[in-house]
T-cell receptor, first 114, second 115 residues
């Protein structure tokens, strides 16, 4: 069966520090991968998605970047965190080519920037 | 651009009763997909139910069912025989056709279940 992992689960970082959040998927090949951010009490905002290794699409201009160095690994990064980067970050995956392509979510990372 | 609107920030239902959560969306596509996700306090997003636009029959998953009105662009979720474990945030989501499978989410409805 497929599983998705995210780490760390919780992170507290000072403003101006770098960031690296990791997401890995097991049990599937060539998934579509997604990074979402959820601000407190809000819905999910799609930040990045990837349909293959090295292929990254950005949905909103921001202080963050994403990379996909391996088929089932998706990394969210920042060189210098801002206060506004605080939030709950969710990684998700889907299987391309099937009818519904529903997304399956990881457990998330709670990021607090102080 | 597609938008998804959930006009009920909070809803409350008594245990064993039925509740309906509303969702409307805007799209110019004729074929697309709609989803309801549940986010309990653990914050793990869980798929509840899904509907493909070209299917007229409303989807049902155990106690969860939808009322899909394509012309009205409405996709409401009905929870029957509500249980304490149903308490969560519920998000409606839209997916346009295409390989990237990007989802557009509503702002969510917080459901409380009371005894």
């Amino acid at each position: 069966s497929q599983t998705i992992h995210q780490w760390p689960a919780t992170l507290v970082q000072p403003v101006g520090s770098p960031l690296s959040l990791e997401c890995t998927v097991e049990g599937t090949s060539n998934p579509n991968l997604y990074w979402y951010r959820q601000a407190a009490g809000r819905g999910l905002q799609l930040l990045f998605y990837s349909v293959g290794i090295g292929q990254i699409s950005s949905e909103v201009p921001q202080n963050l970047s994403a990379s996909r160095p391996q088929d089932r690994q998706f990394i969210l990064s920042s060189k210098k965190l801002l206060l506004s980067d605080s939030g709950f970050y969710l990684c998700a995956w889907s299987v391309p080519g099937v009818s519904y392509n529903e997304q399956f979510f990881g457990p998330g990372t709670r990021l607090t920037v102080l | 651009a597609q938008t998804v609107t959930q006009s009920q920030p909070e809803m409350s239902v008594q245990e064993a009763e039925t509740v309906t959560l509303s969702c409307t969306y805007d799209t110019s596509e004729s074929d697309y997909y709609l989803f309801w996700y549940k986010q309990p306090p653990s914050r793990q997003m869980i798929l509840v139910i899904r509907q493909e636009a070209y299917k007229q029959q409303n989807a049902t998953e155990n106690r969860f069912s939808v009322n899909f009105q394509k012309a009205a662009k409405s996709f409401s979720l009905k929870i029957s025989d509500s249980q304490l474990g149903d308490a969560a945030m519920y998000f409606c989501a839209y997916r346009a056709p295409g390989t990237a499978s990007k989802l557009t989410f509503g702002t969510g409805t917080r459901l409380q279940v009371t005894l």
